[in-house]
């Protein structure tokens, strides 16, 4: 069932007890929402806990509370609440978290167009930049008091999926939520000098991938395809789509890793074409100009899906451009 904003807030008003959850594989929108949450939660008196099923990147060590984020063990004692909050994506990516939390209702807060609907109350707002941003809305509508913790929390999600205030989702409220933020006692400089430190190897390996890159759809897209051997060779490669976005004349960028045999993961960042579209057709999903999705096939037949997939939503965005000009020079 679809809530409005003030009806998410009054669930979180009623529950005493609760656990907060995010997707597998948490980047700085998922913890920082998380743990933002929880602080707020803590401040209003309740009991909150934080599972994510995933390693947290020592990165978030910034982030107050990352210590104390739990992950759900193999037979581990069912954690019992009155409500379980879902953060940052649809109920089907959070590993085992359901499997070990007895919780009465389930409340699904995101900022995914792509989300499926599929929790028992769900609170989507496609407008915000980060579900940080909305954790942001909620703690408003609850009247609760950012200090220094949940502020940190909600200012690293806001700024990580806004690519630091740069991206096309950055609004005025995110950028004022943000000023809030820093106001409560946040040092911006800490948080972007913690989550930019990469080590050593990850700098090297990120100069191999982009030597890596082709270009295809006549320069329009660009991607990096990693095989099974190279993957696994590789640490970190989440930055890697970022240093081939720039590139002059590029659309869509593309970062391909066979992680199994028969298993390839898809990061997609564009500027004109909607890749939410794009990863949805393969079961994935995301934003229009990020999306992901998981490709059960070779990695041969995987790229060329994807570059098949890619080129065809460029062929369809210049026709439709095309189309558009042809109307609008009628009757001139
Ligand atoms: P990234 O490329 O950074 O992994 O993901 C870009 C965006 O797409 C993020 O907002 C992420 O949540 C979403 N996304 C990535 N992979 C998937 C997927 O497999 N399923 C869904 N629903 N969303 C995804
Ligand atoms: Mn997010």
Redesign the pocket.
């Known amino acids: 069932m679809k809530l409005t904003l003030s009806e998410a807030a009054a669930m979180l008003a009623h529950a005493n007890k609760v656990v907060i959850t995010a ?1 597998e ?1 948490p ?1 700085g ?2 913890v920082g929402s998380s743990l933002g949450l929880m602080h707020i939660l803590h401040g209003m008196g309740k009991e909150a806990v934080v599972l994510l099923d995933d390693d947290i990147p020592a990165i978030f060590k910034v982030l107050p509370g990352y210590d104390i984020i739990g992950k759900p063990e193999e037979g581990q004692a069912s954690v019992e609440a009155d409500l379980l909050v879902i953060l ?3 109920p ?2 959070i590993g085992r978290v359901p499997e070990v939390t007895k919780a009465g209702t389930v409340l699904n807060i995101d900022h ?1 167009r ?3 609907g599929a929790a028992e109350y769900t609170y989507v707002d496609d407008t915000r930049a980060a579900t940080a941003e909305i954790v942001y809305d909620l703690a408003k509508e609850l009247g609760a008091v950012f200090t220094r913790e949940p502020a940190m929390c909600i200012y690293t999600g806001l700024a990580t ?1 806004s690519g630091f205030f740069r991206f096309s989702n950055t609004t005025p409220h995110t950028m004022r939520a943000a000023a809030e933020m820093l106001e409560c006692g946040v040092t911006a400089n800490e948080i972007s000098e913690a989550l930019e430190e990469k080590p050593y190897q990850v700098v090297k390996d990120t100069a191999e991938a982009v030597n890596m890159a082709e270009r295809f759809a006549d320069g329009r897209a660009i991607g990096i395809f990693l095989d099974e051997a190279t993957t696994a060779r590789m640490e970190a490669t ?1 930055g890697f ?1 970022g240093a081939i976005r720039v590139v002059e004349g590029v659309d869509v960028a593309v ?1 391909l890793k066979a992680k199994e045999e028969k298993l390839c ?5 564009s500027k004109g074409v909607d890749v ?1 579209a794009i ?2 057709s393969f ?5 229009i100009r ?5 490709l059960s096939m070779p990695f041969a037949e995987a790229k060329k899906t994807i570059c098949t997939a890619i080129e065809q939503a460029i062929r369809d965005l210049q026709q439709a451009a095309v189309h558009k000009a042809g109307m609008s020079g009628e009757g001139h």
């Open positions: 997707h594989n980047d929108d998922a940052d994506t649809a089907n990516r995914h792509t989300n499926n999926d989440e789509i970062v993961r898809v990061s997609m960042r939410s990863a949805l079961g994935g999903g995301g934003h990020a999306a992901g999705c998981t």
